[in-house]
C-alpha cells in the first residue's frame, strides 16, 4: 500500500531520500531520481545570503523498483563536491528538482536538474549523462537556458521523441517551455513564455489523450500553496488554466504537499498518472515526505482526492 506522507523505506529499511524527483520508467523498471537531504538542516551560513532553509547538498539518488512498492537503493548517482566552492555541485549550493529521461538516438541517460547558489541568484540548470540509469552521471556543466533565469523546472518527453524543458524564469514571475536539441544535451534557442507574471513553481506535465496538462505550485518557498492546472492541445501552448486539481479538506495547500512530477503508470487503463509531490518539512528538510496520490482524468478535467493509503489495484477498477 502507498501511503502519503508516512516515512517512506526503501528495501534496506531506510527512509528513501529522493525529494523533488522524477521517475523514469525503462525496460520494466522504475527509476526514482530525486535530492538526497539525508543530513542535519544548515543555519544561514555567513557571507553566503542564504534567506532560506536548506541542507548541504550530497547529491541526487537514485532508486529502482518494478511495483512502485519497493524501492532499492541505487546510490547517489551524481555526488556533491565537497572541497571546490566553485563548482556547481558544490555542498554549498542548490542541486535541487532532478529529472531524468532516456535519449533513444544517444542511447544516454540525460539528468537535469536546478542548480543555484544559496541566495537563489545564480538560477542555472545543470546537465548530466550517462550510459546507465543507476549512473554514475557525469556533470556536464549548467547555464542560463535561452539566457533566461532558471529555477524551478521539469523535463517533458513528447511521444515524438522531442524533449522540453520546463523553467521558472524572470524570478519566478513567467514560465518557459523550451524544446531540448536531439541529443537532449541543451535548449535549441526557441522558448514560449507561458503563465506571464502568475509566479508559477513545481511544474510537472503529462500527456493524455492528445491534451498536454501542466500542474504548478505557487510560490511561497517550503510552504505549501494551492495547486494549479492548466491544458493544451500542444506542448508549448495555447496554456488554459483550470484551477486547483485538488479537492477536499487541505486542497487549498495541495494536501500539505507541492507537485514534482506526475508519473504515468505502465499496464494500466490510459489515463492512469500517479501526482507525486513533497510534503517539505522546513526545519528538518531530511524528514521529508512524500505525497503520492492517484488522479482522475475526465476529458480535460483533472482531479486529485486525498487517500490515507491506496494501491496500484485503484486503477484496475477503473478499467
Ligand atoms: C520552492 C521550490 O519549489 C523548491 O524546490 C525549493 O527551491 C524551495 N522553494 C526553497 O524554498
Not at 130 to 155: C, H, I, V
Not at 239 to 262: E, I, L, R, Y
Not at 273 to 302: C, G, H, T
Request: glycine residues 8%; negative net charge; charged residues 20%.
Amino acid at each position: 500500500m502507498l501511503e502519503p506522507g508516512a516515512i517512506w523505506l526503501d528495501t534496506d529499511g531506510a527512509p528513501i531520500q529522493a525529494h523533488g524527483g522524477g521517475v523514469l520508467y525503462r525496460n520494466g523498471t522504475y527509476y526514482w531520481y530525486g535530492e538526497n537531504k539525508n543530513a542535519e538542516n544548515v543555519a544561514d551560513p555567513a557571507g553566503t545570503g542564504a534567506f532560506l532553509d536548506r541542507v548541504d547538498v550530497i547529491g541526487v539518488s537514485c532508486y529502482s523498483s518494478q511495483d512502485l512498492l519497493h524501492w532499492k537503493n541505487e546510490g547517489v548517482v551524481l555526488p556533491a563536491v565537497a572541497d571546490d566552492p566553485a563548482q556547481d555541485l558544490h555542498s554549498g549550493k542548490v542541486a535541487e528538482r532532478p529529472k531524468v529521461l532516456y535519449n533513444v538516438q544517444t542511447g544516454k541517460y540525460v539528468l537535469w536538474l536546478h542548480i543555484d547558489t544559496a541566495d537563489y541568484k545564480y538560477a542555472r540548470t545543470g546537465v548530466a549523462v550517462s550510459d546507465q540509469p543507476t549512473g554514475p552521471f557525469e556533470y556536464l556543466g549548467s547555464f542560463r537556458p535561452n539566457g533566461a533565469e532558471s529555477r524551478d523546472m521539469t523535463l517533458f518527453q513528447d511521444e515524438d521523441g522531442v524533449a522540453y524543458l520546463i523553467y521558472s524564469a524572470e524570478w519566478n514571475a513567467t514560465t518557459y517551455i523550451a524544446p531540448l536539441t536531439d541529443d537532449y544535451l541543451s535548449t535549441r534557442g526557441e522558448f514560449v513564455r507561458v503563465f506571464e507574471q502568475q509566479y508559477r513553481e513545481a511544474p510537472a506535465v503529462f500527456k493524455h489523450e492528445d491534451q498536454y496538462f501542466m500542474v504548478t505550485s505557487g510560490c511561497s518557498g517550503w510552504a505549501p500553496n494551492e495547486a494549479q492546472y492548466a491544458v493544451a492541445p500542444t506542448v508549448q501552448r495555447p496554456w488554459t488554466v483550470m484551477g486547483n486539481p485538488c479537492v477536499g479538506p487541505d486542497a487549498d495547500k495541495t494536501f500539505h504537499a507541492q507537485s514534482t512530477f506526475v508519473l504515468p503508470v505502465a499496464g494500466k487503463a490510459p489515463g492512469s498518472f500517479i501526482f507525486m509531490a513533497d510534503r517539505w518539512n522546513n526545519k528538518n528538510l531530511r524528514d521529508s515526505r512524500y505525497v503520492w496520490l492517484p488522479m482522475q482524468i475526465e476529458d480535460d478535467r483533472l482531479t486529485i482526492h486525498w487517500r490515507d493509503r491506496w494501491d496500484l489495484s485503484e486503477f484496475e477498477q477503473r478499467l
